[in-house]
């Protein structure tokens, strides 16, 4: 699959680096933030600009990618990229991240956000789900 | 008015003060506590620290009674984010939002919203400082991209008709003043040295309706 990963160090280009090892197409916009040398030690393809403007995300090939994810630290980034992402470039899947779940009632079909991931909600979420008794059979 | 304000920098804190004095109930919201400290003291509005982009905070803040929502943040997205959530969730009438990127221009348009661009403004009015003194403008619309200006026919046009100034797309005659009266020129009106010609004008047309006017015309 051909998939756009927006967002900087951390989590995004690790994503993008399993992903890549699993084969899929993957590149990374990086928004002149001074990751270049880290993505190209990390082997990893990438296009410097603003993933603000639609041109980026042209240049990163979101024309014919299938995937989008939207995963900065910036709530109101991963918004306007999806939107971007979705209305002008038409990507199928665009996947965003969550920082502040008090942003998360925004993420939805009008933004242009297919899937949503949020750390917080995911753990929380996690945290009310019984842990299974192993001396219980 | 009831307006909201989001951001209150230099320029939210100003206009929170300017739109209170002239009698406009004001609520101005910040993410940072201490830019209260640019609203002087007693300030007449209400100041309310938190994001603007949380439902929750402009609920509480009473988007629900905003009549214009103006977000002024250093930050594009969350100018968008905001300005979207007052205009479709809170169906506040009138949304405005600054651009300060002109390279983001794109995401604003993608979903309607009426911007206010810095950068975009500066430019067009030093330009027309710079270079276009002679042709001071009456009015402007938008961010500048759209001007009125009033100029006296010059003796060399005497004779020309008003049509003949028209550029589609970036100029058009659009009031004529003789003698103390006005009047909406056709296409076939004759001018007269001494006329004062009301033209609508692209920013970036100036350079040529100048040059008409100072005699660099020719047809």
Redesign the interface.
Known sequence: MKVIVVGGAGLPEQVAAVLRDAGDQVTVIDSGLGREQALADAGLHYVVG?P???ATLEAAGALKADVLLAVSQ????N??IS??GK??CGVPKVIARVN?P??E??FDA?WGVDAVVSPATALVEMIRVPVADPTVS | MQVMIMGCGRTGSALAVRMHGEGDQVTVIDLDKTAQGRLPPGFGGVFRHG?G????VLEEAGIAHAEAFVALTA????N??AAR?AR?IFRVPHVLARLH?P??A??YR??GIATIGSVQTTVNRVVQLLHHLTLEPHQTFGNGETLLVRSRVPDYLGGRNAGELNVPGEIGVVELSRRGHSQIPEPTTPLEPGDVLSFIVAAGSLGRLRSFLDGKWSS
């Open positions: 603003d603000l403007v639609p910036s709530d109101e980034d918004l306007v939107l971007l209305r002008r502040d008090a942003t009632a925004l009008t | 994001n982009v949380h439902r929750r930050n594009d997205s969350a968008i984010v959530v479709e990127d390279a983001h794109e995401a993608e979903l």
